[in-house]
T-cell receptor, first 115, second 113 residues
Framework: AQKITQTQPGMFVQEKEAVTLDCTYDTSDQSYGLFWYKQPSSGEMIFLIYQGSYDEQNATEGRYSLNFQKARKSANLVISASQLGDSAMYFCAMREGYNTDKLIFGTGTRLQVFP | DTAVSQTPKYLVTQMGNDKSIKCEQNLGHDTMYWYKQDSKKFLKIMFSYNNKELIINETVPNRFSPKSPDKAHLNLHINSLELGDSAVYFC????????????FGPGTRLLVL
């Protein structure tokens, strides 16, 4: 079974609009961390935002926020006021408490921002 | 200052050759990783090392051998390269713990001809 599922292979959004990238996860661990990374066309992996399983508040980092719904096991990334430079692949990933030595990645969502 | 660096950035080689990719981190992290990103962009863990000790070997062929001379370095040596080894290889590092972010190097694009 997939541990991290990103159901949107591609998304389009107009500049200055908000966009939500979906991520659901599967774990039986109580302690886990959820991460989002951005991979622009240049190829590097850029850390965006982190949400811990015990965090009561949704994480925010500038224009990025994480809509964390624990009961539904979802951790959607919300990008507000999209910019052309936001065009990239976005990966959701999980680090489980019982095995913290790896990140498990989803298949990614390619976001295209158009003017 | 580069946090996690990898060399080379590009590597083009013939099938059957042996090659190495070097990784260094200056973040003071205890744990280092190698990930492989395939042509469909899927990222998968290959190895993790904690304080020079191998923690994870994720069913990687034994042609791949990681080596950690110290906790700031984790190199990847690949013997007898095959066409299917063509991919982007990322090194990463982090502190221990479920909440700790892994920081990635720029990636090494390996093409086996």
């Amino acid at each position: 079974a997939q541990k991290i599922t990103q159901t949107q292979p591609g998304m389009f959004v107009q500049e200055k609009e908000a966009v939500t990238l979906d991520c659901t996860y599967d774990t039986s661990d109580q302690s886990y961390g959820l991460f989002w990374y951005k991979q622009p066309s240049s190829g590097e992996m850029i850390f965006l935002i982190y949400q811990g399983s015990y965090d009561e508040q949704n994480a925010t980092e500038g224009r990025y926020s994480l809509n964390f719904q624990k009961a539904r096991k979802s951790a959607n990334l919300v990008i507000s006021a999209s910019q052309l430079g936001d065009s990239a692949m976005y990966f959701c990933a999980m680090r489980e408490g019982y095995n913290t030595d790896k990140l498990i990645f989803g298949t990614g969502t390619r976001l295209q921002v158009f003017p | 200052d580069t946090a996690v660096s990898q060399t080379p950035k590009y590597l083009v080689t013939q099938m059957g050759n042996d090659k190495s990719i070097k990784c260094e981190q200056n973040l003071g992290h205890d744990t280092m990783y190698w990930y492989k990103q395939d042509s469909k962009k899927f990222l998968k863990i290959m190895f993790s090392y904690n304080n020079k000790e191998l923690i994870i070997n994720e069913t990687v062929p034994n042609r791949f051998s990681p080596k950690s001379p110290d906790k700031a370095h984790l190199n990847l040596h690949i013997n007898s390269l095959e066409l299917g080894d063509s991919a982007v290889y990322f090194c990463a590092s982090s502190r221990e713990g479920v909440s700790e972010t892994q920081y990635f190097g720029p990636g090494t694009r390996l093409l086996v001809l």
